[in-house]
């Protein structure tokens, strides 16, 4: 990013600020004023002794003059360059199985819940990854898709946003889950393919088995990875369920057997990550994108945005407010 003026003449404008104050200096364009006298011959002569309204003036000249400056910017036409990378080849398709059994209310992930961790990571990753496509399937005791593979990253960060715990039910179906995504990514013409599981739990819904949906990846040629999340022990859990409204608070004995998703995930090409952290899901999903990557051609593209009008509307309002401040609350002669 960079900053330019389109006219930087307008900047000359400046020289008027000390001109004024020297023709004020020389008793020339000086204000108007009526000295009043108000005193007998052992009287005291009237003095304005208001701190409060001497600060206001100041404030109100200020403004004046912070109004000045501004139209000078303005008439400069300032301009801000931005530089961005336009893909001209695809790169990997990534689609996100999330996990929104109501485990994943647990709060056991550097304060945070569980589904809170992984969407939060799923949003940097997106950000620090721009020439991937991403796609997203929510996944409780059913599955469906949030977002389809696409490379508009605020349109999925936007509906990532709308994920919470409950939506697809009470349950686990990690087989329908995986090959929801299967169906989903497999006739896309990226040439390398990946599905990402987070779950904090074992497969317990859905008529799929994982192994099924496994096998079914690595025919279609798309590599597995999942990643478990959450700690071991007792831990805080406090979710609405989204279709009744009530809440549900409590406590989770957390602890699964992770050998199942290790080993589809291993069956499909990928592996298995462990995760308690925000920075071991960072680490975990960094590592996946990396191992995925493919080389993309792209060229840079500047992109300008004008500030003229924002500067002169900033400008406007700091002339108003002095104009307010010395006409209407000082009484002041214009």
């Not at 003095?47 to 303005?74: D, H, P, Q, S």
């Not at 209310?105 to 949003?123: L, M, V």
């Not at 949030?146 to 179906?173: C, F, H, Q, W, Y």
Request: hydrophobic fraction near 45%.
């Amino acid at each position: 990013m960079s900053v330019d003026f389109m006219n930087p003449a307008g900047f000359l404008l400046v020289l008027f600020v000390p001109l004024f104050y020297a023709l004020r200096k020389i008793k020339i364009l000086n204000q108007v004023s009526f000295p009043l006298s108000f005193s007998d011959w052992n009287g005291w002569v009237f003095t304005w002794n208001n701190k409060f309204r001497r600060v206001v003036a100041i404030i109100g000249e200020g403004l004046c003059i912070l109004g000045y400056m501004l139209i000078i910017l303005a008439f400069a036409e300032p301009v801000i360059h931005h530089q961005e990378r336009v893909y001209t080849s695809r790169g990997t398709d990534v689609m996100f199985v999330l996990d929104t059994s109501p485990s994943m209310a647990a709060r056991d992930i550097n304060g945070i819940t569980r589904i809170e961790a992984a969407t939060k990571t799923i949003e940097k990753l997106v950000d620090a990854n721009p020439g991937a496509s991403y796609g997203l399937i929510a996944m409780g005791s059913q599955a469906a898709v949030v977002v389809p593979i696409t490379n508009d990253k605020e349109t999925l960060k936007s509906r990532l946003a709308t994920v919470t715990v409950g939506l697809m039910g009470e349950g686990t179906a990690i087989g329908t889950g995986l090959s929801t995504a299967v169906y989903h990514i497999k006739a896309t013409s990226a040439k390398r393919k990946c599905i990402v599981v987070l779950t904090d739990g074992e497969n317990n819904a859905g008529e799929i088995h994982p192994e099924t949906a496994s096998g079914l990846a690595k025919k279609n040629g798309i590599i597995l990875y999942t990643v478990g999340i959450g700690t071991k022990g007792t831990v805080p859990l406090e979710y609405v369920n989204p279709v009744t409204g009530k809440i549900y608070s409590g406590y989770l004995d957390s602890s699964f057997d992770s050998s199942n998703l290790e080993k589809i995930a291993v069956a499909a090409g990928g592996r298995y990550y462990s995760v308690e952290s925000l920075s071991a899901m960072n680490m975990a999903l960094s590592s996946i994108i990396k191992k995925q990557d493919v080389v993309q051609s792209y060229y840079i593209r500047t992109i300008d945005d004008y500030y003229y009008y924002h500067v002169l509307a900033a400008a406007l309002i700091a002339l108003i407010l002095s104009w307010i401040i010395r006409r209407l609350y000082l009484k002041e002669v214009m």
